[in-house]
């Protein structure tokens, strides 16, 4: 591009609520590198806000990352009341072992309003989220996953495996 015009477009999204009660941010010192983004930080499809989020059906599973620093990821199924489901990540438990210790959040169809969420599958021993529940209309629902210490987490090494299935006996493995 040398000797030519180019635009820069600057794009701010404070993923939710929290860690982003300040100001913003402001831009000073801009440059321009050959420098790529992080190796596989495309390859999850960037699912990084309710208009990107991807389609799940019951019973399916997705491989993404949270990646870069930051990234939350969407999803989204439609559901029918009474019907009990599970959203699990394995993130530690693959091998290699991922970095995230994630964070699984169900949100109702405005996509802000929070129906369960779960840290961890068990209480300081195994760090990768599940979360049982039974939903309670039928209709559209989002799946949020994010590291529990986001935005400071986040990277190439946070690889992670999302399976949304249907509770068969109604008897979870455990929850939080």
Avoid: H
């Amino acid at each position: 591009y040398a000797g030519k015009s180019v635009r820069l477009r600057f794009y701010f999204n404070s993923v939710d609520e929290d860690y982003n009660t300040g100001l913003g941010w402001m831009i000073d010192d801009v440059s321009v590198t050959n420098q790529g983004p992080a190796a596989g930080c495309l390859a999850d499809g960037d699912y990084n806000n309710l208009g990107l989020a991807q389609a799940m059906t019951i019973g399916s599973s997705v491989q993404a990352d949270l990646c870069p620093q930051g990234d939350v990821d969407y999803y989204y199924f439609t559901g029918t009341a009474g019907q009990p489901i599970r959203v699990d990540i394995d993130a530690q438990a693959l091998n290699p072992a991922s970095a995230l210790d994630s964070q699984i959040y169900l949100l109702d169809a405005d996509g802000r309003s929070v129906v369960a969420w779960n840290d961890d599958e068990v209480l300081y021993d195994k760090p990768d989220s599940l979360l049982v529940f039974t939903l309670r209309r039928t209709g559209l629902y989002y799946i949020k996953v994010k590291a529990w210490d986001s935005p400071g987490a986040g990277g190439a090494n946070y690889p992670y495996t999302l399976r949304l299935e249907q509770v068969q006996n109604n008897k979870p493995k455990s929850i939080n």
